[in-house]
Structure formats: structure tokens, C-alpha cells
Nanobody
Framework: QVQLVESGGRLVQAGGSLRLSCAAS????????MAWFRQAPGKERDFVAA???????TFADSVKGRATISRDNANNTLYLQMNSLKLEDTAVYYC?????????????????WGQGTQVTVSS
């Protein structure tokens, strides 16, 4: 099994930046597609970004140009760098892992989830 633990969520002013981390356990981490999702109060869980073991990645339109996803396979760690944060970025951010042969953007396509980390953007 794979266990995921997110960290790095905090209160940040609009226009600021932050980096979220996700520490993963499991011998097959490098073979998994890893992703970030987010969920605001009363909203559905939305896709943010995903990266394959090769480093090939994709982003939601809402964060394209402002987010960078990366992974350190040697240390079983996933990262999400967010810049130019907006109020609309406020949400609980979750990392996810799945045995996907290609990049996937649907929550149901991932098998393992972290507990989430809160990101709050203030004006």
C-alpha cells in the first residue's frame, strides 16, 4: 500500500507563493502517477496537476502558468509550487497516487490519498 502525507499548507497573502509537499511510503512510488487535487468548502474535489514518473505533467486551466508540479523519486516526495496565489486558490489540497498508465485528471482514477493540507489565501 501507499501512504501519503501532505504538508506546507498555510495562510498566505494574495499574490504570494508557497510550496506543498507530499511524503509517500511504498516501494513502487516511482512507478505511480502522482497528482494534486483541491477542495473548497461546499465544492467538489477538483484536479490541480499531475505528473508521471518520467516527469511529464499536466495542469488544470485554473492554475496553468502559476503552478509547477515535481517529484523526487529518490526521496518519495511530491511537490506543488504555487505562485501568484489568488483568493480562489483557498482550499484543502490533497495529494494522490494511482497506477495510471497515463496522466489522469479524475479523482476516481487515483487509488491513494493523503489527509489534506489547508491553504488559505487572504486579500
Amino acid at each position: 500500500q501507499v501512504q501519503l502525507v501532505e504538508s506546507g499548507g498555510r495562510l498566505v497573502q494574495a499574490g504570494g507563493s508557497l510550496r506543498l509537499s507530499c511524503a509517500a511510503s511504498g516501494r513502487a512510488f516511482s512507478s505511480y502517477t502522482m497528482a494534486w487535487f483541491r477542495q473548497a468548502p461546499g465544492k467538489e474535489r477538483d484536479f490541480v496537476a499531475a505528473v508521471m514518473w518520467t516527469g511529464f505533467s499536466t495542469f488544470a486551466d485554473s492554475v496553468k502558468g502559476r503552478a509547477t508540479i515535481s517529484r523526487d523519486n529518490a526521496n518519495n516526495t511530491l511537490y506543488l509550487q504555487m505562485n501568484s496565489l489568488k483568493l480562489e486558490d483557498t482550499a484543502v489540497y490533497y495529494c494522490a497516487a494511482g497506477r495510471n498508465p497515463r496522466l489522469a485528471t479524475g479523482a476516481t482514477q487515483y487509488d491513494y490519498w493523503g489527509q489534506g493540507t489547508q491553504v488559505t489565501v487572504s486579500s
